[in-house]
């Protein structure tokens, strides 16, 4: 696939950079600067840039949710920013064909994967956040969360799905679900733990995330999406 021009993405980002380098950088994936020593990859762009997301997405939050405290407005957060949301709006941004990565990487199916995509979204906005500041960052990040988060109200877009997984099965199976870790990646500044959902010993849903908790939630989701789809097939036969 042949790589986009960043000309072309700083005019779909709404910035053009004083430093084209911290976008080139933003956009470089670990495997390609590996095989550029010279070169530096995404990652502590991402570190920033993950901090200055959750400031911004706080601060749209308690404008719009006044009445909710801090337990709701946190876990409210953890779903907006989760690693699927962030990679549906990476993919209409087209990052993946923008990112520079190894051969190797992008035969794996590099470009679509949702953790190189929500990875770099977070990196962009470090990136931003550096060349002009917190307020280019924030008009960024308000742009696309102002079209997340229109015409819903926080029971409709914020959902718990452990909340959700636990009613379905106590409800249909008579048990709870339970939560096992199957490992942690990457440093200690930027853990990514997987977390998988079981009910007995069969496994519904495995998860992602930088905490337990947005592990569990992503595992809880992907267990929720499978027993409403289980029974949607059933319906049909």
């Not at 339970?178 to 997987?194: I, N, W």
């Not at 959902?197 to 908790?213: D, P, T, W, Y």
């Amino acid at each position: 696939m042949a790589i986009a021009s960043d000309a072309e993405l700083q005019l779909a980002i709404g910035h053009e950079f004083n430093d084209p380098a911290l976008l080139r950088q933003a956009l470089t994936h670990s495997s390609y600067a590996n095989e550029d020593p010279g070169g530096d990859d995404y990652e502590r762009l991402e570190f920033l840039g993950d901090a200055v997301l959750e400031l911004i997405v706080s601060h749209m939050l308690l404008d719009r949710f006044p009445e909710c405290r801090e337990g709701e407005l946190s876990q409210m957060r953890a779903s907006a920013v989760n690693r699927r949301t962030l990679a549906a709006i990476g993919r209409r941004l087209r990052l993946g064909e923008h990112t520079r990565m190894s051969h190797g990487e992008e035969k794996t199916g590099g470009r679509d994967k949702d953790t190189i995509l929500a990875d770099v979204f977070e990196a962009v906005i470090g990136s931003l956040y550096l060349d002009a500041g917190l307020g280019a960052a924030a008009a960024f990040i308000e742009r696309w969360f102002d079209l997340l988060f229109e015409g819903y109200d926080r029971r409709i877009l914020f959902t718990d799905y452990k909340t959700r997984l636990q009613e379905t099965t106590q409800a249909r199976f008579g048990a709870a679900p339970t939560y096992r870790v199957l490992g942690a990646t990457g440093p200690d500044h930027d853990k990514r733990f997987t977390i998988e959902a079981s009910l007995g010993s069969k496994i519904f849903g495995v998860g992602q995330g930088r905490s337990k908790k947005d592990a569990e939630q992503e595992a809880a989701k992907a267990a929720f999406e499978k027993i409403s789809q289980d029974e949607k097939e059933a319906e049909k036969r």
